[in-house]
């Protein structure tokens, strides 16, 4: 599947790395084994010690639609930057090391976004896979265009970023990331592609979102949170014709700034916040594996009482063989 590359390949597939050894062998096959073919993988090693780099040299090497970037750490958000500087494709795919993409979705998402000339950024069902391979469920939207972007700008529900899609010319005339966004880049972006087009949606799984505990145990949730209002202030500005220099200056300090403390999370109480996420998605779904989770995220904080109540509940309502 190698062969020579087109002038312009169709998609540009970009994604950032940064220490992601242990899954990046399966989220990058997940893409080389796409039924659609026409497309470009650009790799940004975005400054990885623990073996990534190696990796991604080796993966180049053998597959010429791999292009190869480097830059010191500096984040996702200029990893995009930097790989979709790069990108020569009518369409950038977005990828996030630990997901995998189905083997048919870039070719169902070119084919959605052909049919669609109005919509500027396409996205898809997902199934979400917990960090001992445990099915959590599945996520699937079936709405119009229309309804996708009213949903995003009532409600902030926008597309999934590490499936989405979107045309190379409409994110370049609005600009592209923008550095000021550490966090909720996405959310910056799909308010500013509202202004030249719709947001979309397949209405069938085409990606696996794998959930890690660093993901969501993550202490930045107050930041990302600040962000994405950040966002939506700077789209608002912008739609009443106004200058966002202001927002922008408040967003490159949220992003890299200190946070004062009484906001900060402590990596205790994020982790058992992150252990009860999974505990809760396993219980909703009535599998047993649901209780080791629940029990972590009690010994990380003994009083809260939520994870007691669904321990307690899994013994009652849930089988008591293990499957």
């Keep these: 599947m190698s062969g020579a590359k087109q002038d312009r390949p169709r998609v540009s597939v970009v994604m950032g790395v940064y220490n992601g050894a242990s899954q990046l062998t399966a989220t990058v096959e997940s893409i080389l084994e796409q039924t659609f073919e026409d497309f470009e993988l650009i790799l940004v090693d975005d400054g990885s010690t623990d073996g990534s780099s190696e990796m991604l040299r080796e993966f180049a090497a053998q597959d010429r639609r791999i292009v190869l970037l480097h830059q010191p750490n500096a984040g996702l958000t200029c990893a995009l930057i930097k790989g979709c500087d790069h990108a020569r ?8 090391v630990g997901d995998r993409s189905l083997s048919r979705r870039l070719e169902k998402q070119v084919q959605y976004l052909d049919r669609h000339p109005d919509v ?6 997902c199934r979400r896979i917990g960090p001992e391979g445990e099915f959590l469920g599945e996520t699937i939207r079936d709405q119009s265009p229309e309804q996708i972007t009213a949903a995003f700008l009532a409600e902030g529900i926008g597309i999934s970023h590490t499936v989405a899609t979107y ?7 609005i600009g ?6 550490r966090f909720a880049q996405d959310t910056d972006l799909w308010h500013r592609m509202t202004g030249v087009g719709q947001l979309g949606e397949l209405p069938e799984v085409l990606f696996e979102w794998g959930i890690d505990m660093d993901g969501i145990s993550s202490t930045s949730h107050d930041r990302q949170r600040q962000l994405a209002m950040l966002a939506q202030e700077s789209y608002r500005c912008l739609q009443r014709g106004e200058d966002d220099h202001e927002i922008l200056r408040r967003a490159q ?3 890299w ?11 205790r109480v994020a982790l058992a916040s992150a252990e009860f996420f999974i505990g809760s998605q396993l219980y909703a779904i ?3 594996r649901c209780r080791p989770y629940l029990l972590r995220a009690i010994r990380q904080r003994p009083f809260w009482i939520r994870p007691w109540v669904k321990v307690v509940l899994s013994y009652l309502r849930l089988p008591v063989k293990d499957a």
């Design 89 to 96: 494709g009518e369409f950038i795919a977005r990828q996030d």
């Design 120 to 125: 500027v950024a396409v996205g898809a069902g």
């Design 167 to 173: 045309r190379t010319d409409a994110y370049r005339s």
């Design 176 to 181: 592209g990331y923008r550095r000021e966004f």
């Design 253 to 255: 300090q949220t992003s």
């Design 257 to 267: 700034g200190e946070i004062p403390p009484t906001t900060v999370i402590s990596p």
């Design 286 to 288: 009535g599998d047993h």
